[in-house]
């Protein structure tokens, strides 16, 4: 995702805003991001009434459920300073450590998701049956990709660090995979009080 | 007191040591070809793609010029029969794509690219790999959107595709499909591009140029990245939808399920009005580097410019549905949608206000980048004009799809983006090709163009506001009224215009072909510039500057030149940019490492369309591209953006190397 | 220095530039002039009722504000042009700018578009206005035609519930508010003498008022591409005074009586029966059991719609208003027609000799050939088998010829 350092940044020049190029880039990238987001919510917010003749938001989900499954994915973050901090330690088995378990708990939330859709699938909401059930789907699948990426990036560093062929400061490419892997969590949360708290 | 700075020459101490050479971990050896045509398709050199950027637009601005040709020839005489209704459809629909997406979008790319770094004296952009992968992506999205073509028609929904029109059901073709695929693909290359110009703009700049140093190019081109960068993501959800609705059945926009059609309109208009500034902007950027250097005066009121070029950029978000005055949104809607599409009137307005100022008083040489800068001042002035008349939303509902808003929007970006374009032709061509472009072919091009484009949109003024709607296959004679100067007469004025239009711009392809031909060579400095990008060789090095000029002034390279007496208050010449391009090389600087030629973009973007066709033909093809994707990703990431130093010859650490060649 | 020479050519200005103005404002009334003067049926700038009027009466004074800035600044760019070319002059002051010249020309702008602001703000509230509404007319846009269904309104006589299309007709002088809505895709309804434009969209209702002052037709035509055959989407809207109009209603509430046995025309309605009244209804129509026709088109046609023809020969136009069902002579007699004498030539409808028989025949040889439309049996899948649009019937020239004297007495 992220491009490896360039020579400026390589050899530590500093920079006019004082970020290195791929902090920023990456900062850009997740506004970019926001207004993504932006639209599938909006979207989700005008179609959440319409269900047609299929099933009520109310009806399918799974508020308990959810709510423990959002808490895991709130963790991951915690767990994701823990990463940056011994990243930046430059404690290796500290970095791998913390980036496995904000890997699996992140999969853990994927599997959730996975799950919950299964079980509203079961209930009579299908992609098709309703607004409601396409723009709920379309907006928890983007980001519910958005996670799987996010663990696919954590677990390739893992591997990456373990045979230590970071390319480019190390320290910075756990602290970008953390922005994005923040990024993502701030938005569940959004997504969570607009879609599941929030009553229709 | 003498203007002229000496850059402080750059110490080998001042440089820090080069890292340890890591090794290269990708599955595929770099490339190191530095002649032919691999050390064009695996480059990341800004220069290379920057060309490569304009000779594909330059590509599509001639398939989307045949594409209008056609239909003013379908719509010369009444009930044409040139074209079909289905194929007019898509001739007009493709005509739209093609010059917004693939023509105007692209070459002002091409500019950004070339341009930016050299500006602000950088040796290239913040990601080299993702500005290749960038222009790749966008050939792929190209190749796609005009794909359909060939495999069952074009899309036929006019670009902005309003629903339910695009649906399944009103337009069975594959054509949208291939749309929508094509521009999420080329939405990719926009996003990558805005981030890393932006990057680069905010990061690389040498020092001493502080922002309100910044040439007024870079300025606005910063301005519409930062546009792209959210204007991007609104269009990827709009096309999602659509996408998912034709392919997997969701009921984004259908009607039946309860569906509200202008949810379409509002998520393509929120990208297609800021869309409209990040199309015009970059003219604006050329035009205000071209007006001082051919009036011998700094821009008028620069800080006004760059303010307001910002401020175009902020209100540009809050007029969208200025677009959408017919469409039933309510009157207090379109109340505060048509004043704050007036207010955006007044920062375009100063900016015509410090043009027209820049050149008064000056000492103006008109050549034929003079001549398309002041033609874009003109023509824009009156497109801005028909603009206010339907800000004013009551008489906008007499206008909206009709010929009037035709007329307007292509004095706009003709009259406006593509003349600032082909003033940035002329006035970089010597920069890019170290050959300058024949000026009085120049002249006679400019001339041509003008009276075409004329002729072409300014009747169109009059088919519009007698009320012939757009996006008609035919007319007929039953609405065209009576006497000499009715829509018959101007229709079939508009479309001799639109051959003469053709020819002016046959007549800069035969400049092209012939200044390529020609021996000589430009000189470093033709026009007496006055920014950076011109304080090095032409075409400048792989590395753009020997050593990286440090910044005083706005208009550094015109303060290194000439000084003013501090008694006569006379403007004397004191440096030649000989000179000054000389001392530089003098006290160039010692390891200059530019980023490796890369196989990983061009396999990562090539990855894109094979998805897309996947997509509409057969899964298990996506899923291929899909896998390539994600091998090109570990590809790129495990291979360090510079080859190691020992990769070159003589090796990196060494003495007295300026260039560094990988090696053969 | 550089200030002197300004002040030097502000007062040379003046003259000069007073030519140009002079010459651009000349030329740009020519032209202006020459384009109105055609007499274009949908001319935007030739307002027939109080709606088009007030948005005339904004719109004027715009383009003519716009025509003065304009001048100004080609004039101050043509003396900037000739007067600062390069003739030697020594290099001019770096100047930056002057702050005041530049804030003063920020607020002038800002100040005469708050102006305009204030106007259009009133004219936007004062065209959405629907509480003085006095005659309520449903129009509903399909893929390429409009239909008019008139709600029971006792007062205008409209006892029962009046479906027609093609045109339009209102009664003078009186408020009209149009529901629109659509059947399938986006259209736009448009008819420029007497208001702007009002998207029609599904599952949407949209209001549009209009008035007309005088009697006539005024021209009009869809403006949302609405997909193949957009650009003949047409409409008109024909205004009676109150009396016509009366009488108007008064033969639209009328059943379509069945043609004298033993006629051509008595042949052509059994033609039709076997074919058109799966789509068309005709009201009064009877099957040969005595038992009422009624068509289903949303059977066969995608937007479930097609143009009721009871009293076809009422209207001027066929086939959404795309072709003239009167010849071209009886055409200008009825659109030049004074408002006095426009009702009565209107009310008289299509007589045998003005039939345009030509297109009619045409139209039922081949529809499709004529309009282009969504009609080839083969390819109708993703619509399940429905069209959008009349498909060829393969109708023989002799069953044209009998349809032809049917429907001719669809008066």
């Not at chain 1, 360039?6 to 991001?33: C, I, Q």
Request: proline fraction near 6%; include cysteine; charge should be neutral.
């Amino acid at each position: 995702m992220a491009d490896a350092a360039v020579h400026h940044a390589d050899h530590g020049h500093h920079t006019s805003t004082g970020l290195s190029n791929n902090k920023l880039g990456m900062w850009l990238f997740l506004g970019s991001e926001c207004l993504l987001f932006g639209g599938l919510i909006s979207t989700y917010m005008i179609y959440r009434g319409r269900v047609g003749e299929g099933p009520r938001p109310g009806n399918v989900f799974d508020i308990p459920f959810t709510s423990v499954s959002s808490f895991v994915l709130l963790m991951s973050s915690l767990t994701m300073v823990l990463a940056v901090a011994a990243a930046q330690k430059r404690d290796d088995r500290g970095t791998t450590l913390w980036l496995t378990v904000t890997g699996l708990l992140g999969a853990t939330f994927v599997g959730g998701q996975v799950y919950e859709f299964t079980a509203m699938y079961n209930e009579g909401l299908g992609y098709t049956t309703s607004l409601f059930g396409s723009a709920f789907y379309t907006l928890t699948g983007f980001h519910g990709v958005h996670v799987t990426v996010g663990v696919i990036m954590l677990l390739s560093l893992v591997a990456i660090i373990k045979r230590s062929k970071v390319p480019g400061d190390k320290a910075e490419v756990v602290e970008l995979v953390g922005l994005y892997w923040h990024f993502v969590d701030v938005v569940w949360i959004i997504i969570f009080t607009l879609v599941y708290l929030i009553p229709t | 007191m003498a203007i002229i700075e000496r850059p402080t020459p750059v110490t080998e101490a001042a440089l820090p040591a080069p890292a340890t050479p890591t090794r290269t971990f990708g599955a595929l050896r770099r490339p190191v070809a530095t002649t032919g045509w691999k050390s064009w398709v695996f480059t990341v050199d800004h220069k290379k793609l920057g060309i490569m950027y304009g000779v594909v637009a330059m590509f599509f601005f001639i398939v989307g010029g045949i594409e209008a040709v056609l239909i003013r020839l379908q719509l010369a005489a009444p009930d044409g029969k040139v074209l079909s209704a289905d194929v007019y459809n898509q001739m007009f629909t493709m005509h739209a794509t093609t010059m917004v997406f693939l023509f105007v979008m692209p070459m002002a790319a091409a500019f950004a690219n070339y341009f930016v770094p050299l500006q602000i004296g950088a040796r290239d952009v913040a990601f080299p790999r993702i500005n290749a992968f960038g222009f790749w992506t966008l050939v792929g999205g190209g190749i796609i959107v005009n794909l359909s073509w060939f495999f069952g028609g074009a899309a036929d929904g006019g670009w902005f595709m309003y629903a339910p029109n695009s649906g399944p059901v009103f337009s069975p073709s594959n054509g949208v499909d291939f749309w929508a695929l094509g521009l999420q693909i080329t939405g990719i290359a926009s996003l990558t591009g805005a981030i890393n110009l932006i990057v680069t703009v905010l990061n690389m700049r040498a020092p001493g140029m502080s922002l309100m140093k910044m040439p007024v190019f870079t300025w606005l081109q910063l301005v519409v990245q930062f546009l792209l960068l959210f204007a991007v993501p609104v269009i990827t959800v709009a096309l999602f939808l659509l996408s998912f609705q034709r392919n997997f059945g969701a009921t984004f926009f259908d009607v039946s399920a309860g569906a509200d059609p202008l949810l379409w309109q509002h998520l393509f208009w929120i990208f297609g009005h800021p869309e409209v500034y990040i199309l015009i902007l970059p003219s604006f950027g050329i035009i205000s580097e071209v007006l001082p250097v051919f009036s011998k005066k700094p821009l008028f009121g620069y800080p006004f410019v760059v303010f307001s070029g910002a401020a175009i950029g902020f209100v540009g978000w809050g007029v969208w549905a200025h677009h959408m005055f017919a469409s039933g949104l309510g009157p207090v809607s379109v109340a505060v949608f048509s004043i704050a599409t007036m207010a955006i009137a007044i920062p375009t307005g100063v900016k015509i206000v410090n043009w027209t100022m820049t050149i008064w008083g000056g000492k103006l040489n008109f050549t034929a980048a003079m001549h398309f800068a002041i033609g874009l001042v003109v023509l824009f002035t009156i497109g801005g004009l028909s603009g206010v008349t339907h800000a004013v939303a009551p008489s906008d509902t007499q206008q909206t799809d009709t010929y009037y808003i035709v007329a307007h929007f292509h004095y706009v970006l003709f009259g406006g983006a593509i003349f600032g374009l082909f003033s940035g032709f002329y006035y970089w061509w010597p920069k890019m090709f170290g050959k300058q472009l024949n000026e009085r072919l120049g002249k006679a091009n400019f001339w041509l163009m003008v009276i075409g484009m004329n002729m072409t949109f300014g009747p169109m003024h009059m088919i519009g506001l007698q009320g012939q709607p757009r996006r008609m296959y035919v007319w007929t004679e039953a609405r065209a009224g009576e006497g000499f100067f009715n829509i018959a007469f101007w229709n079939r004025v508009a479309s001799i215009g639109s051959i003469i239009l053709a020819f002016g711009v046959l007549l800069f392809l035969i400049n092209v072909w012939k200044t390529a031909r020609s021996k000589q060579v430009a000189p470093l400095d033709p026009w007496d510039a006055r920014t950076l990008e011109w304080m090095t060789t032409s075409p400048p090095k792989e590395h753009n500057f020997d050593a990286i000029p440090t910044v005083h002034h706005l208009d550094e390279f015109f303060h290194r030149k000439y000084a003013q007496d501090p008694v006569t208050h006379e403007i004397k010449q004191v440096a030649t940019a000989e000179d000054i391009v000389r001392e530089q090389e003098a006290n160039a600087d010692k390891h200059i490492h530019m980023p490796s030629p890369s196989y990983w973009p061009i396999i990562l973007a090539g990855a894109l369309p094979i998805i897309a066709l996947g997509l509409i033909y057969a899964i298990p093809v996506a899923i291929v591209g899909g896998a390539i994707v994600v091998l090109a990703m570990y590809g790129w990431s495990l291979e360090p953006s510079t080859a190691p130093d020992t990769d070159f010859d003589p090796p990196a650490s060494g003495e007295g190397t300026k260039e560094l060649a990988p090696l053969g | 220095m550089i200030r002197h020479s300004n002040q030097r050519s502000g007062v040379r200005m003046s003259k000069s530039v007073r030519r140009i103005v002079a010459t651009a404002a000349g030329l740009s009334a020519v032209a202006f002039l020459a384009g109105c003067a055609s007499n274009a049926p949908q001319d935007t700038w030739q307002p027939k009722g109080p709606n088009a009027q007030k948005i005339d009466d904004l719109q004027k004074p715009v383009f003519a504000i716009a025509g003065v800035v304009g001048i100004i600044v080609f004039a101050a760019i043509a003396y900037a042009v000739f007067r600062f070319k390069d003739r030697g002059q020594p290099i001019p002051e770096q100047t930056h700018g002057k702050p005041v010249l530049e804030i003063g020309m920020t607020i002038l702008p800002a100040l005469i578009l708050a102006g305009i602001g204030v106007f259009t703000f009133q004219t936007i509230f004062d065209l959405a206005k629907t509480d003085d509404t006095e005659m309520v007319i449903n129009v509903t846009g399909q893929q390429w035609w409009w239909e008019y269904d008139y709600p029971v309104q006792e007062q205008y006589g409209i006892t029962d519930p009046i479906i027609t299309s093609g045109q339009l007709v209102i009664p003078t002088g009186t408020k009209v508010l149009l529901r629109e809505t659509s059947r399938d895709v986006i259209h736009s309804y448009w008819i420029p003498a007497l208001n702007g434009k009002r998207d029609a969209v599904p599952g949407r209702v949209h209001y549009l008022r209009l008035e007309a002052d005088e009697p006539g037709i005024y021209a009009g035509q869809c403006t949302e591409f609405c997909g193949l055959s957009h650009a003949v989407m047409r409409m008109e809207a024909v205004a009676l005074d109150k009396d016509d109009f009366a009488a108007w209603v008064k033969g639209q509430l009328s059943l379509a009586a069945s043609p004298a046995e033993g006629t051509l025309a008595k042949e052509g309605e059994s033609v039709f029966l076997n074919q058109c009244v799966r789509c068309h209804q005709v009201n009064g129509l009877k099957k040969a059991d005595g038992s009422p026709a009624i068509a289903a088109p949303e059977d066969n046609v995608w937007s479930g719609a097609a143009p009721n023809l009871t009293h076809l020969m009422s209207r001027n136009t066929f086939a959404g208003a795309s072709w003239d069902l009167l010849t071209k002579e009886c055409r200008k007699d009825v659109w030049g027609a004074s408002s006095e004498e426009f009702g009565a030539k209107y009310l008289t409808g299509v007589t045998e000799e003005c039939l345009n028989q030509t297109d009619l025949r045409r139209w039922l040889r081949n529809a499709p050939a004529m309009k282009p439309m969504y009609a080839d049996p083969t390819k109708l899948e993703p619509t399940d088998g429905k069209y959008r649009g009349m498909p060829n019937l393969g109708l023989t020239e002799d069953d044209i010829d009998k349809l032809v004297a049917y429907l001719a007495t669809l008066k």
